[in-house]
């Protein structure tokens, strides 16, 4: 299966707006629009760059609007969106095709007897933008004209333009844009065309999705600089490179720069081919793509000890780095794709933020010191000992487990006298106990103002299934390290025998949460299935297969686990509106594609059927070709047709998706 798509596709200006194309650097920096190459988020641009990486995330360049003049007609071949709820130009309609070749997009305009190309892709490690375009086939020269629209605000925000006037500087090959006095300067520059100033705003462009998220939908871009090729137009197969950057020297070689991406990603495949033979020699096209999306999510996280340290970027586009996200994609992004070493990185790099025994759960936007709010999570540093025991599987790395091996003693020692956020062992039942009013610390974590919507205040079935996990994996290392191991493996026990109290024999499944300030907690919510899927399972296996059932009858969808059951008054079964309506929705029915691997892992524990197991996760081969082009979602209406939602592309649906096939094929072979 190859990702392209063809004239029935690229006439329909609605189905190239709903799909996305993204191409990301490795420092926390992307550029990302519609395939219709028209402006519907505020966080679409050639050039959003991480001005301190992987952080402050700044949009410099907004888009391109490139216009051909060929056998003297002219051809505009962008498609801008109006606050008038017009269209126009509607560039689209000289599309003929749009396909990805690995993570980079390409676009095919026929222009008469003309065929012109155009690709973006960035230079790893570098805020810069590569725009491509070459005339793949014509009859006569191909003139381009190029409008670049600027700008400099955080990502999340929208400009007004007002009075402002940018500090336009020609300079040899382009422009120097400084948009204030003490802003970063950035480049614009060309390779073989006129290259000019001009320092006009347009205002009013109408951002459809912020619109129906209930957002500020209007923003305002300065058209800075204007590219034409009139005086060397192009003959078949000439091209033209332009280059959107914050570096004041780089490579105008187009062809080159081409060729060193392709050679990366091609670098990125057979790792994983090497470290998965079999697994890649089965492997069906949409899992070779995720293999190259998972790239994508991890990034540098420089540390003064450790300039090479790592992170993974939760979802685009607008998440950073969150302890949590990052632990459970760690297994699928990392150690599926073979890349060890960047997993080893993470697992370092995260160590040096551990306080009082809890990983924080997110980095402030704007790179402040972490305090305690940024630890309001209680199972990050859980999922933390998953990743590590994953680490140690699959490389057998004891130098690391020994390093690290402190750190978790001194973890669980924390959470057995009790850490912030009054989360606790209570010695009566071996159970962990997390929660204060006001705060939300499970991954079912939506809050608006002052209002937690799931705030699970108790005894959360999967934070147990986790702390019974991460006492067993500790056990394991302190035995082989030749420390002391029977302390963790009694309270092991003792959380195996307390875990029972989570069993509801009259529904046949768990509580979600126990002793919350109303009593037990029996909302069917699929956080249970980790009780099933991680390595060591709490529950009987009769247990556990009613489990695997009640969720296939009542949470299961294509694309992931409803948050909440179908029947439940508080089910909400579809994701839009205000922020009010969408975070009330967040975790109350909306499907979750990162469970999809949870779920698959259960699956395959209870009865073995990798082919069963792996049919599953076909319907992601499908969404591959919607949303974001070439990922997965991060979450999906809960009633049909199961629209996809939230961000375009998520690591931990990717992770989990790509780390529970590998686990059927493994199975299977």
Not at 148 to 157: A, E, F, I, Q, T
Request: with cysteine.
């Amino acid at each position: 299966m190859s990702i392209d798509f063809g004239r029935e596709t690229c006439s329909d200006l609605n189905a190239l707006q709903t799909r996305e194309w993204l191409v990301t650097n490795g420092i926390g920096g992307y550029a990302s629009g519609t395939l219709a190459n028209s402006l519907t988020r505020g966080y679409h641009g050639i050039l959003v760059a991480a001005l301190k990486p992987p952080l402050e995330r700044t949009l410099l360049v907004s888009k391109i609007d490139d216009t051909a003049y060929y056998n003297g007609s002219i051809y505009p071949l962008f498609t801008n969106n109006w606050i008038n709820e017009t269209v126009d130009p509607q560039g689209y309609r000289y599309l003929d095709s749009f396909s990805l070749e690995g993570t980079i997009p390409l676009w095919r305009y026929r222009i008469e007897d003309a065929l012109l190309e155009k690709r973006i892709w960035m230079q790893p490690g570098s805020n810069t933008t590569y725009i491509y375009y070459r005339v793949y086939e014509a009859a006569q020269p191909l003139s381009l004209s190029l409008k670049v629209l600027v700008n400099y605000r955080d990502y999340h925000s929208r400009t007004r333009a007002g009075n402002w006037r940018m500090h336009l500087e020609p300079i040899a090959r382009g422009v120097r844009v400084n948009a204030f006095p003490d802003a970063v300067p950035y480049y614009i520059l060309a390779d073989r065309a006129t290259v000019s100033p001009v320092n006009e705003w347009y205002y009013g462009f109408e951002l459809d999705r912020e619109r129906d998220r209930g957002l500020d939908h209007f923003d305002d871009n300065l058209y800075a600089v204007k590219i034409a090729t009139y005086d060397t137009a192009l003959e078949p197969g000439q091209s033209l490179t332009v280059v959107a950057t914050t570096e004041s020297n780089p490579d105008l070689d187009g062809i080159a720069q081409l060729e060193v991406r392709r050679a990366y990603e091609q670098r990125l495949l057979e790792t994983w081919q090497t470290s998965q033979p079999t697994a890649a020699k089965h492997a069906p096209e949409w899992v070779k793509q995720l293999v190259l999306d998972a790239d994508r999510f991890i990034v540098n996280r420089p540390l003064p000890d450790n300039p090479d340290g790592k992170t993974i970027i939760a979802g685009y586009h607008w998440f950073t780095d969150w302890g949590r996200d990052t632990m459970i994609s760690l297994p699928g992004l990392t150690l599926s794709t073979g890349r060890s070493r960047i997993a080893r990185s993470i697992i370092r790099t995260f160590a040096q933020y551990i306080s009082q025994g809890m990983l924080p759960n997110h980095f402030p936007d704007d790179n402040k010191p972490l305090d305690d709010g940024d630890y309001n999570t209680v199972d990050a540093t859980l999922w933390y000992f998953e990743a590590i025991r994953s680490y140690y599987e699959a490389t057998r790395d004891a130098t690391l487990v020994q390093e690290i091996f402190p750190k978790l003693a001194e973890i669980i020692d924390w959470h057995r006298r009790g850490t912030r956020y009054n989360i606790y062992l209570d010695a009566h039942d071996g159970l962990l106990y997390a929660g204060t009013p006001g705060v939300q610390l499970t991954w079912m974590d939506a809050k608006v103002e002052d209002w937690v919507v799931t705030p699970r205040i108790g005894k959360p079935v999967e934070i147990n299934a986790l702390w019974y996990n991460a006492l067993r994996t500790l056990s394991k290392f302190a035995q082989q390290l030749g420390q002391p191991y029977q302390e963790y493996d009694n309270m092991a026990q003792a959380t195996l025998m307390g875990f029972q109290r989570f069993w509801n024999e009259d529904l046949g499944y768990c509580f979600d949460v126990l002793d919350t300030p109303e009593g037990n907690d029996a909302s069917l919510r699929p956080n249970q299935i980790f009780a099933v899927s991680l390595p060591e399972s709490p529950l009987t296996p009769i247990q556990q297969r009613k489990i695997v059932e009640t969720c296939d009858r009542l949470l299961l969808t294509p694309y992931g686990l409803r948050s909440l059951s179908l029947d439940n008054p508080q089910y909400r079964g579809y994701y839009e509106g205000d922020r009010v309506q969408r975070d009330g929705a967040y975790h109350q029915g909306t499907v979750w594609g990162w469970l999809l691997g949870a779920y698959v892992m259960a699956h395959l524990r209870v009865f073995n059927d990798p082919l069963a197991a792996r049919r599953i996760l076909e319907p992601m081969a499908n969404h591959i070709l919607e949303a974001g082009v070439g990922s997965i979602s991060e979450i999906f209406d809960g009633n049909a047709p199961f629209a996809p939602k939230g961000c375009i592309a998520q690591a931990w649906s990717v992770a989990e998706v790509l780390r529970a096939w590998l686990a059927t094929e493994s199975v299977i072979n």
